[in-house]
């Protein structure tokens, strides 16, 4: 087993984990009153015990944390939040969506890490095969219930978006 590259790519998946809790926990908590609130705080939790479970795993396979990989997650987080989205000072619907889609992108990732460890099980007796198996099938939930969550808000803002939305982009397009 390639344990020096088994490390490498856990600690890149662990800082994909942080900016994934970061950007989650920021959706959750901008979204506290919306609806889909609970699924996103649900979301949330999960993906934090998640990233808390993968720590457990590493060290486990006697895998070092790379610190500057943890800090690379948070800044990649903190940048993500200067996209632009049509709207000057504000935050638009088209950021709520690009955000739950690249939540659900991580979530992806997150599911390929699960199934190549079960690949890797194999060979490594210390790695619990019901436990990654767990971790695939909330992953495979996960992606469900972001796949909802993404489609209503598309729908929401692409489709029948808020009217004073729709006036202030045709009084644009006849100014």
Avoid: C
């Amino acid at each position: 087993m390639q344990r020096h590259l088994l490390g490498i790519y856990l600690n890149d998946h662990l800082a994909g984990a942080t900016y994934g809790v970061a950007l989650a926990r920021r959706i959750a908590h901008q979204h506290r009153r919306s609806p889909g609130a609970a699924d996103l705080e649900r979301l949330a939790e999960e993906i934090a015990q998640d990233r808390r479970t993968l720590l457990q795993i590493m060290d486990t396979l006697d895998v070092p944390v790379r610190a500057y990989k943890v800090y690379g997650g948070i800044a990649a987080e903190k940048i993500s939040r200067l996209k632009p989205n049509g709207v000057l000072y504000r935050r638009s619907g088209l950021s709520e969506v690009i955000e739950l889609e690249t939540l659900r992108l991580g979530v992806e990732g997150k599911s390929l890490i699960w199934r190549t460890l079960l690949a890797v099980a194999s060979e490594e007796e210390r790695l619990n095969t019901s436990q990654l198996d767990g971790l695939l099938q909330r992953a495979r939930d996960q992606i469900g219930t972001l796949s909802e969550l993404r489609l209503a808000r598309a729908q929401r803002i692409f489709v029948t978006g808020p009217e004073t939305s729709r006036e202030s982009h045709s009084t644009a397009a006849t100014a």
